[in-house]
């Protein structure tokens, strides 16, 4: 049965799409089945692996609007080896129709899945919301990747509220599986506070590996190719294998 993990955080910016497509390409790496999927109608993960929005035979949109296709009619494959399921902007139409009901559809159409995966990465919109709210319904764990920039303590309290909802609510197995600093610019002010702030609040599930700021990141989103594959030997991408193995040790 795949191990489902929602990337989350309550706030743009956070590197939630890059740490959903590079954690993916590592787990691939290392032998993995993983499949990404993309819950946010911007499609940054789907394109960050290489594929454009709106040139996609079918997507998860498609999924949730069918129910009776099949979830592996949907699935494409990247040149990598990564498996997905693309988002498209009809997720936002989606998402406003969306009712209560409908929260558990990402749990049942992933659920059809199960046994083709180890790893499945559900990266989610930066918002509270009913596409939101069916990730924490799918998933096993969450990962919440925290910018080292200004009000990202405010974006992590929320998420963490978001979590324990879940708990109580609708999802009572639900796991924190870390948080990651992401974008780490050493030596500046506003790096050094979110830093400290943060593990001191929240040391017992902080990832010991933090991603440092990284050009090559920024380039692999732009190229549709995870940045550690473009550098694999970067300081980056050996942060990233570190927490994929923390992640694999963790289920083993």
Avoid: C, W
Avoid at 15 to 28: D, E, H, I, P, Y
Avoid at 47 to 63: K, M, W
Avoid at 82 to 106: C, E, I, K, Q, Y
Wanted: charged share 25%; aromatic share 6%; hydrophobic share 45%.
């Amino acid at each position: 049965m795949a191990k489902k993990y929602a990337v989350m955080m309550y706030k743009g910016g956070s590197g939630k799409s890059t740490t959903a497509t590079n954690l993916g390409a590592v787990l691939v790496d290392m032998g993995k089945r993983v499949l990404l999927v993309d819950l946010d109608r911007r499609g940054n993960a789907t394109t960050g692996v290489g594929f454009e929005l709106g040139e996609i035979p079918r997507s998860l949109n498609h999924l949730f609007a069918d129910s009776e296709l099949h979830p592996r009619d949907a699935v494409i494959v990247t040149d990598f080896g990564l498996h997905v399921l693309a988002a498209d902007r009809g997720l936002a139409r989606t998402a406003m129709n969306m009712s209560p009901g409908d929260m558990f559809m990402l749990r049942e159409l992933l659920s059809r899945l199960d046994d083709d995966y180890d790893v499945m990465l559900i990266d989610t919109p930066p918002n509270e919301g009913y596409m939101t709210y069916s990730a924490l319904a799918a998933a096993d764990a969450v990962i919440i990747p925290v910018a080292t920039r200004g009000f990202s303590e405010e974006g992590l309290a929320q998420t963490i509220d978001g979590i324990t909802a879940a708990r109580k609510s609708y999802n009572r197995n639900l796991q924190l599986a870390g948080i990651l600093f992401t974008n780490v610019e050493r030596g500046t002010l506003v790096a050094s506070s979110v830093l400290k702030s943060v593990q001191e609040d929240y040391a017992d599930v902080v990832f010991p590996y933090v991603i440092p700021k990284a050009s090559v990141l920024d380039k692999g989103n732009a190229a549709g190719m995870p940045g550690v594959l473009l550098e694999p030997k970067h300081k980056a991408a050996e942060a990233y294998r570190n927490v994929a193995r923390r992640l694999v040790d963790a289920n083993q």
